[in-house]
């Protein structure tokens, strides 16, 4: 016969069992190793089996969240509402605004900066572009190398650079100015040319290819024949440098006439 584990009282216990059982919370328990409550077994049990149920519920729950994730957003959270305690809803809005005005006043302001910069540099090149286009032609029409500052800020009055080319406007400045025949616009040559007649003053009056006035104290109107150092079959680098020292209107004037 199996003895049992818990006893209620005394009388129950048979005699020859009485040395195998001892008191405890007012009843009397088998004194054997490993034997364990079937009552305190079974709720150990089930307690396990609700313990699982309430895991499996939780991981399918959560299942796909990144706990890292969700603390940085849930920190977040706090920091906003730390920010908004003390705030209505529409004081609220109206904090936002503000600093979204911030962030976008920062950008245009940046975008200014860049803008200013990209026209400046635009400004450059267009400057340097005409100035040498101008330079150039004009300087084969006799321009005095004095006279350069002045034509090439007329220059400026008249060009802008479109598709990189120069290209001639009117006084408006959107208006294209028109060459002789009317049709095309007006090129660098042939503003040049009305400049020739419009500010005589800024070119040599006997501008010319190999010849040009004493202008050292010789009778007026006297003519010495010149060597052009600057033509292929005359070329001389040191009279090149002497000329250009002594009398840098003959030579600009031998140098467009190369």
Same mark, same amino acid.
């Given at each position: ?59 399918? +729950?959560?299942?796909? @969240?990144?706990? /890292? ?7 977040? =959270? %706090?920091? #906003?509402?730390?920010? *908004? ?38 400004? +450059?090149?267009?400057? @340097?572009?005409? /100035? ?7 300087? =084969? %029409?006799? #321009?005095?190398?004095? *006279? ?111």
């Amino acid at each position: 016969m199996a003895l049992k584990y818990k006893i209620l009282t005394r009388e129950e216990i048979p005699a020859e069992h009485a040395a195998l059982y001892v008191e405890r919370d007012g009843a009397f328990f088998l004194d054997a190793e490993g034997v364990t409550d079937k009552a305190k077994a079974d709720e150990l049990r089930d307690n396990n089996i609700a313990l699982k149920k309430q895991i499996e519920d939780h991981t399918a +729950r959560f299942d796909g @969240i990144d706990p /890292d994730e969700f603390r940085r957003l849930a920190e977040e =959270k %706090r920091k #906003l509402e730390l920010q *908004a305690q003390g705030h209505k809803p529409e004081e609220i809005d109206k904090l936002v605004t503000e600093r979204l005005k911030v962030i976008k006043a920062d950008l245009d302001k940046q975008l200014l900066a860049k803008s200013t910069e990209l026209e400046v540099a635009n400004t +450059r090149l267009t400057t @340097i572009q005409i /100035d040498q286009g101008v330079i150039t032609v004009a300087t =084969k %029409r006799g #321009l005095r190398p004095t *006279a350069i500052p002045d034509i090439t800020a007329r220059a400026r009055t008249v060009f802008k650079l479109v598709n990189g080319v120069p290209q001639a406007f009117e006084a408006d400045g959107k208006t294209v100015r028109y060459g002789r025949d009317g049709i095309s616009p007006m090129t660098l040559e042939e503003w040049v040319d009305a400049q020739v007649s419009e500010a005589p003053h800024l070119f040599e009056s006997n501008a010319g290819g190999g010849a040009a006035s004493n202008g050292a104290g010789g009778a007026a109107g006297s003519q010495r024949s010149v060597k052009n150092p600057f033509r292929k079959d005359t070329w001389n680098l040191t009279e090149q440098m002497k000329l250009q020292k002594s009398d840098p209107g003959l030579a600009a004037r031998l140098k467009a006439a190369a």
